[in-house]
């Protein structure tokens, strides 16, 4: 029973995949392509090195350490490399020793797996590399016999490594433009969020609440998308002598990251508050909806001026005009008040995303006017 149960679980998460259009699969095919070139690249270049320049027949572990380091997230990419190295060392150390003193079989096979990844646990490599160390202590202990081929099958894994380091020092330009671009998606989202939660308001349209509501749930895997692509640009210009010189703008951005965080959240909130207030019939007042949509039309500015790398001028003004307003929208309802508060928070937020810092940002936002009967 657990099983027919599961099953179906697993469809329902599946369906939203499988319903993807021709055109949203090309546009994630271009969206990876630049890390699938550079695999591809890395791969053919590490099995060149080692099969000409170290003389080994079949460098098997050359590409595969080159792809498995340049395959991951590339905030990753420079620490993974490393525990590669290891993981792959301690599998092939390990199942050399045992196929040299004990041959391959049944046992020596769960014998080698469960060393292989204890000493990779004792190292701290990582989980998934620690299930590196097993998949290559199988690989040579099943497929490739051979003892003396140990150290070369290392020094491959060393190769690969070393390639995809170089690959990634010397290529990394989309990680830099990343950040920023899922920075103004963000922004665009922010601001569409509250402009079509308004808008249901004014409708009372309650499916259109819902599905808003919906929407700002998901605005978490965009949120984390961005922290790895934030910590993937500052791996580059920390490692990489090509693009050292972007470092400030990249630690302003991830410094960035934080007030966006905190400005997606309270959306969330403002939200789901607006949602409940259309369920339930409550009404707003329509200076509220204005601010809401002001914010709105600030968070686009913002988005702009962030993608395209200007100044953050008249964002600032916009959201300075929104803060300025929240004093004198009059206080009324729980869900008014509510809606009100993340407004003000909001815009306390996306200030220091436009270089206010936290006390300038809250010195700009007034009292809120006192309770209407």
């Given at each position: 029973m657990r099983f027919s149960g599961a099953a179906p679980a697993v469809g329902r998460r599946l369906a939203p995949s499988l319903r993807v259009g021709p055109r949203a699969r090309v546009h994630?095919?271009?969206?990876?392509?630049?890390q699938i070139a550079q695999c591809a690249v890395g791969a053919g270049l590490a099995w060149v090195l080692a099969r000409y320049l170290l003389g080994h027949p079949e460098p098997f572990f050359a590409p595969v350490s080159a792809v498995i380091a340049l395959g991951v997230a590339y905030g990753a990419r420079f620490r993974r490399t490393l525990e590669i190295v290891i993981g792959v060392a301690v599998g092939v150390g390990v199942a050399d020793v045992f196929v040299h003193f004990a041959g391959t079989g049944t046992w020596q096979v769960v014998l080698v797996v469960a060393t292989a990844m204890s000493i990779a646990v004792l190292l701290d490599v990582g989980n998934v590399l620690v299930t590196q160390a097993g998949v290559q202590a199988v690989i040579v202990t099943t497929l490739l016999p051979v003892p003396e081929a140990g150290l070369g099958r290392w020094l491959d894994a060393v190769l690969g490594g070393a390639v995809a380091l170089a690959v990634a020092a010397v290529a990394?330009?989309?990680?830099?433009?990343r950040p920023r671009e899922l920075a103004a998606a963000t922004l665009v989202e922010v601001g569409d969020l509250l402009q079509s939660a308004a808008a249901s308001v004014r409708a009372q349209d309650r499916d259109a609440a819902t599905r808003t509501l919906e929407r700002a749930r998901e605005t978490e895997a965009g949120l984390s998308a961005l922290r790895e692509a934030s910590a993937a640009g500052m791996d580059v210009v920390r490692v990489s002598p090509f693009r050292r010189?972007?470092?400030?703008?990249?630690?302003?951005?991830?410094?960035?990251?934080?007030?966006?965080?905190?400005?997606?959240?309270?959306?969330?909130?403002?939200?789901?508050?607006i949602s409940a207030a259309v369920r339930m019939d409550d009404p707003l007042p329509a200076e509220l909806l204005?601010?809401?949509?002001?914010?709105?039309?600030?968070a686009g500015t913002l988005a702009e001026q962030i993608a395209a790398e200007g100044d953050l001028?008249?964002?600032?003004?916009?959201?300075?005009?929104?803060?300025?307003?929240?004093?004198?929208?009059?206080?009324s309802t729980l869900s008014g008040d509510v809606v009100l508060g993340q407004v003000r928070s909001t815009v306390i937020d996306l200030l220091q995303v436009a270089g206010l810092s936290a006390s300038e940002a809250e010195q700009q936002v007034p009292q809120a006017r006192p309770h209407t009967p």
């Open positions: 994630r095919l271009q969206r990876a392509g630049w990394p330009g989309s990680p830099l433009r010189r972007h470092r400030p703008r990249q630690r302003e951005l991830a410094r960035r990251l934080v007030p966006l965080d905190r400005a997606v959240r309270n959306v969330r909130v403002l939200v789901r508050r204005e601010l809401v949509d002001a914010l709105a039309d600030a001028d008249l964002a600032r003004d916009r959201l300075l005009g929104v803060a300025a307003a929240s004093g004198e929208v009059p206080r």
